[in-house]
Structures are given as structure tokens and as C-alpha cells.
């Protein structure tokens, strides 16, 4: 107010103002109504929160009639399997009655895989889907694996014929927050319990990053980064107190941890279970490529785990109107070491496994020496069919006769070689042209001595070598 007060005191002989001293206007504003300080100085959203919040009663829930998720990036550099460094995100399910934590899933970016991964990891602990689920609006949640057939802020309408989501599949209804209100989401006040007792342990000192650069601690270092197990462990440690020996004093809790009001309220009867296909789907993420030209093999790249390949006997040894096609490969994202599910079509091909990669120096040579037998015992029937096929493709060749003498040729020098040319024939007529008048030789004159002054001007030096110094 005091630098207000000072240009004003400026412009007070030009605009004919006379100003108050400070404690006067102070005095004068103390008068104002409160929200008017806050609005005019903080702003519309300020003027919100000044307002009294709702609270919500969790007494009128039921068990697994609410449940929500969100996901969030670690403030933790880690070390990933194929050697990436980065941050791991976080996606967590809970139950809103309880307040229990379903599922967590870290991965290294946000994808609709990993929230049907954690999701399918809620339905299977539980055994049973919520009625409503209060889920981010980000693009990952929106996608329509997750949520198709329902209206999304992204898509407005449900058209006929496309893609079932999950969450609809099981008869669980969205309810979007909106963009920008994390205060419409319970499940944000629980990230910071997280980034207390796991980003910020003190055993994760030097990969700790701070939740922006400001905040950014001095000795942190991405060097410094940990084995993306260890913070899984951590991570899964803090969930575990908080789901049994946090307690809560928070609407319906009454001073109980997650655990104790979940078994309370317990009822097996409430909920219908789960369809276990249901679960199979959330568990896998899937992709739709083509088989290799070459070898028959599946590569596709898993975040986190680099480029994997998968084979299979069965399959390679199919029509190459079949491989030719683009199949579904069904992965698990959390151990790519398992077998991978092949579909074409809704038609299930088989599982390929895993083709692991062998050390570049194998000590002794087993891995190498087995992988050469698998190979040519492989090979073997196929060479063998491939040598019937040829024997039965041989065509019976009649012999040619018996040739007892060869015709003599002709001496060279027997050989006559004749031949005539006529001569060409001149039917042009050369063309007749007038000779030149007196006129013509007048203007061609002319013509020559206008390109001599060009000359003389343009290129003065060709001048004197071609005229001198005329």
C-alpha cells in the first residue's frame, strides 16, 4: 500500500487530488468488507477458499460403493531394468469408505495398461467391483480400455459399436473429477503421506529430487540413483502401516485403522464377485504387431524393460497367410519374463516365450551350445519335408538318341561374302534467297556498329584487344 500511496501522492498536483496520510487510508480500508482485501488482492480463487467447505459423510457410504485412484510421479530418481533412470509413476486404488489401499503399480509413464493393472489388482484382492469410482481425468483413465462406453470429458458421446472398457464391463460407473480441483479428490491428502515416509527416507538421500526445482535438495545427484526394487519395497512397507496401524480421525473412523473399519464393515454378500476373465484382461497390456519377416519372433518394447522377444515352435510353423497378418500380443507388464498370449483376430494362436538374450562371453558354452541343438533339432523335419518335396517334384527327362558323327562345317575361307549398296539419290532443292540490297547492307551496318558502342561501354577491354584504340 505505502508504493500505492506514493505514485498517487505523484500525480496529486496534475490531477488536483489531495491524499490522506497513510494511517488514514489504513484506518479507511479497515472499514471494507474482508472479502473485498481478498478478492482484490489474492485473487477469485482465494475468494473460494474463504468460503466454508462441504463436508462429506462418509457414514452414508457403503462398503465398495466408492471406490477412487489417481496417479502420481515418485520424487525419487530409480534405476530401471534396462538401465533407464527416472522417476517411477505411481498409480493407487483405494476404497473411500475405509479408506483402505487396494492396489499400487509403479511403472516409468502413465499409460491405460498400468491403471487396468492396478485396477485388475483391486478386483482380485477384493473379489468384488465398486459401484462408482471418483478416478483422475487424465488421458490414461479416459482411454476407452478403461472406460469405454462411457462419456468422458474427452469424449462426450457414446457411439455405437466401439470399444467396452473394463470399469464398464464390470458395472462400475466413472465419476470424473474436474481439471485443476484436487481438493474434489480425498486420495490427495494420502500422496503426501507417501512423500513423507517413503520419497523422503532417509535411506534414498542424494536420489530424493524435491516435488519441483525449488524445493530441490542440494545433495541430490541422479548418479545417485536406487534400484527401482528397493523404493517398491519401501513403497509397499508404507502402505502396509498405513492400511493397519494408521488411525484415522477423519469422517466414519473414529480413531480405527483401514483394516479395522474394512472388516467391520465386511459383508460377502453385498457385492457379486468378479468374472475371472475379467481379471485376466486387466492383468495384460496388449499390443498389435506383426511376426518378423525372418525369424517369426514378437519384439515389442516394454517402459521400463527394454526391447523383448518372443518365439514360438507352434507358431512359426504356420500358413504365411496367418503370419502375414497383424496379431494381438497379450503381455504382462510387470514381468516380461512370462509367456506372451497370441491372438489373430479373436482366434487364439498359441503362447510364445521369451527368447533371452545370452551373454556375449558364455562361460563353457552351454546357453549356446543348447540354443544350436534347439535350432537344428527345429530344422531337422524341415529339411527333411523339403527333400521329399523336391524328389516328388523331379520330371522324368527322355534320353536324348545315340549320335555317332557330327556334320562337317564349312572352311572359313569357303565362306563368300557379297553385297551391294546403292547410292542415295539427292531430291532436296537448295533454296534460292534474293541478294541484298543497298537497304539491307545499310541496316546490317547499323546493327554492327550499335554492337561495337556496346561493346566499347560493356566490355571495354574486348574492344581494344578486337579494334585497339579506335
Given at each position: 500500500m505505502t508504493v500505492v500511496l506514493e505514485e498517487?501522492?505523484?500525480?496529486?498536483?496534475?490531477?488536483?487530488?489531495?491524499?490522506?496520510?497513510?494511517?488514514?487510508?489504513?484506518?479507511?480500508?479497515?472499514?471494507?468488507?474482508?472479502?473485498?482485501?481478498?478478492?482484490?488482492?489474492?485473487?477469485?480463487?482465494?475468494?473460494?477458499?474463504?468460503?466454508?467447505?462441504?463436508?462429506?459423510d462418509y457414514n452414508s457410504l457403503g462398503l465398495h460403493a466408492y471406490w477412487e485412484s489417481d496417479g502420481r510421479k515418485a520424487d525419487v530418481f530409480c534405476i530401471w531394468p534396462d538401465g533407464s533412470i527416472a522417476r517411477p509413476f505411481i498409480?493407487?486404488?483405494?476404497?473411500?469408505?475405509?479408506?483402505?489401499?487396494?492396489?499400487?503399480?509403479?511403472?516409468?509413464?502413465?499409460?491405460?495398461?498400468?491403471?487396468?493393472?492396478?485396477?485388475?489388482?483391486?478386483?482380485?484382492?477384493t473379489g468384488v467391483a465398486p459401484d462408482y469410482a471418483k478416478i483422475d481425468n487424465g488421458r490414461e483413465y479416459a482411454a476407452k480400455a478403461v472406460t469405454g462406453g462411457q462419456a468422458t470429458r474427452y469424449r462426450f458421446k457414446?457411439?455405437?459399436?466401439?470399444?467396452?472398457?473394463?470399469?464398464?464391463?464390470?458395472?462400475?460407473?466413472?465419476?470424473?473429477?474436474?481439471?485443476?480441483?484436487?481438493?474434489?479428490?480425498?486420495?490427495?491428502?494420502?500422496?503426501?503421506?507417501v512423500a513423507n515416509r517413503c520419497d523422503k527416507a532417509s535411506e534414498f538421500e542424494g536420489a530424493y529430487c524435491g516435488r519441483n526445482p525449488v524445493v530441490?535438495?542440494?545433495?541430490?545427484?541422479?548418479?545417485?540413483?536406487?534400484?527401482?526394487?528397493?523404493?517398491?519395497?519401501?513403497?509397499a512397507a508404507v502402505l502396509e502401516f498405513f492400511n493397519n496401524q494408521h488411525r484415522h480421525r477423519g469422517s466414519g473412523m473414529d480413531g480405527r485403522t483401514p483394516m479395522e473399519v474394512?472388516?467391520?464393515?465386511?459383508?460377502?454378500?453385498?457385492?457379486?464377485p468378479v468374472d475371472p476373465a475379467h481379471l485376466r484382461l486387466c492383468k495384460l497390456g496388449v499390443v498389435s504387431i506383426k511376426p518378423s519377416l525372418t525369424d517369426n519372433t514378437y519384439s515389442l518394447t516394454i517402459p521400463g524393460y527394454g526391447v523383448c522377444r518372443y518365439w514360438s515352435k507352434e507358431i512359426a510353423g504356420l500358413t504365411l497367410e496367418v503370419l502375414s497378418r497383424k496379431h494381438s500380443v497379450y503381455y504382462d507388464l510387470e514381468n516380461p519374463s512370462s509367456p506372451v498370449s497370441i491372438y489373430d483376430g479373436q482366434n487364439w494362436l498359441g503362447d510364445a516365450a521369451l527368447f533371452d538374450k545370452s551373454p556375449f562371453r558364455d562361460e563353457g558354452g552351454e546357453?549356446?551350445?543348447?540354443?544350436?541343438?534347439?535350432?537344428?533339432?527345429?530344422?531337422?523335419?524341415?529339411?527333411?519335408?523339403?527333400?521329399?518335396?523336391?524328389?516328388?517334384?523331379?520330371?522324368?527327362?527322355?534320353?536324348?538318341?545315340?549320335?555317332?558323327?557330327?556334320?562337317?562345317?564349312?572352311?572359313?575361307h569357303a565362306v563368300t561374302i557379297e553385297g551391294k549398296r546403292q547410292p542415295i539419290q539427292e531430291t532436296r532443292s537448295v533454296p534460292q534467297y534474293p541478294a541484298a540490297t543497298a537497304k539491307d547492307e545499310e541496316h546490317l551496318e547499323q546493327l554492327r556498329q550499335k554492337r561495337k558502342a556496346d561493346m566499347r561501354i560493356m566490355e571495354p577491354r574486348k574492344y581494344a584487344i578486337l579494334f585497339g584504340d579506335e
Amino acid at each position: 500500500m505505502t508504493v500505492v500511496l506514493e505514485e498517487a501522492r505523484a500525480l496529486a498536483p496534475a490531477k488536483g487530488w489531495d491524499i490522506p496520510s497513510s494511517d488514514a487510508v489504513r484506518a479507511r480500508l479497515a472499514k471494507e468488507p474482508k472479502w473485498l482485501s481478498i478478492a482484490g488482492r489474492k485473487g477469485p480463487k482465494a475468494l473460494e477458499r474463504s468460503q466454508p467447505p462441504a463436508k462429506r459423510d462418509y457414514n452414508s457410504l457403503g462398503l465398495h460403493a466408492y471406490w477412487e485412484s489417481d496417479g502420481r510421479k515418485a520424487d525419487v530418481f530409480c534405476i530401471w531394468p534396462d538401465g533407464s533412470i527416472a522417476r517411477p509413476f505411481i498409480i493407487i486404488w483405494r476404497e473411500v469408505r475405509s479408506r483402505l489401499v487396494l492396489a499400487a503399480k509403479g511403472y516409468l509413464n502413465p499409460s491405460a495398461a498400468g491403471v487396468l493393472a492396478a485396477f485388475g489388482q483391486a478386483l482380485e484382492r477384493t473379489g468384488v467391483a465398486p459401484d462408482y469410482a471418483k478416478i483422475d481425468n487424465g488421458r490414461e483413465y479416459a482411454a476407452k480400455a478403461v472406460t469405454g462406453g462411457q462419456a468422458t470429458r474427452y469424449r462426450f458421446k457414446v457411439m455405437p459399436g466401439e470399444p467396452i472398457g473394463i470399469m464398464t464391463l464390470v458395472g462400475t460407473k466413472a465419476d470424473w473429477s474436474p481439471p485443476g480441483r484436487g481438493q474434489d479428490k480425498p486420495i490427495e491428502s494420502f500422496w503426501s503421506f507417501v512423500a513423507n515416509r517413503c520419497d523422503k527416507a532417509s535411506e534414498f538421500e542424494g536420489a530424493y529430487c524435491g516435488r519441483n526445482p525449488v524445493v530441490k535438495p542440494e545433495d541430490f545427484d541422479r548418479r545417485k540413483a536406487i534400484p527401482i526394487a528397493a523404493y517398491a519395497e519401501k513403497l509397499a512397507a508404507v502402505l502396509e502401516f498405513f492400511n493397519n496401524q494408521h488411525r484415522h480421525r477423519g469422517s466414519g473412523m473414529d480413531g480405527r485403522t483401514p483394516m479395522e473399519v474394512y472388516k467391520d464393515l465386511w459383508d460377502p454378500e453385498a457385492h457379486k464377485p468378479v468374472d475371472p476373465a475379467h481379471l485376466r484382461l486387466c492383468k495384460l497390456g496388449v499390443v498389435s504387431i506383426k511376426p518378423s519377416l525372418t525369424d517369426n519372433t514378437y519384439s515389442l518394447t516394454i517402459p521400463g524393460y527394454g526391447v523383448c522377444r518372443y518365439w514360438s515352435k507352434e507358431i512359426a510353423g504356420l500358413t504365411l497367410e496367418v503370419l502375414s497378418r497383424k496379431h494381438s500380443v497379450y503381455y504382462d507388464l510387470e514381468n516380461p519374463s512370462s509367456p506372451v498370449s497370441i491372438y489373430d483376430g479373436q482366434n487364439w494362436l498359441g503362447d510364445a516365450a521369451l527368447f533371452d538374450k545370452s551373454p556375449f562371453r558364455d562361460e563353457g558354452g552351454e546357453r549356446a551350445g543348447a540354443h544350436v541343438k534347439a535350432k537344428n533339432a527345429a530344422m531337422k523335419p524341415q529339411k527333411a519335408a523339403l527333400k521329399v518335396v523336391k524328389a516328388g517334384a523331379q520330371l522324368e527327362i527322355p534320353e536324348l538318341p545315340a549320335v555317332t558323327k557330327l556334320t562337317e562345317l564349312p572352311s572359313i575361307h569357303a565362306v563368300t561374302i557379297e553385297g551391294k549398296r546403292q547410292p542415295i539419290q539427292e531430291t532436296r532443292s537448295v533454296p534460292q534467297y534474293p541478294a541484298a540490297t543497298a537497304k539491307d547492307e545499310e541496316h546490317l551496318e547499323q546493327l554492327r556498329q550499335k554492337r561495337k558502342a556496346d561493346m566499347r561501354i560493356m566490355e571495354p577491354r574486348k574492344y581494344a584487344i578486337l579494334f585497339g584504340d579506335e
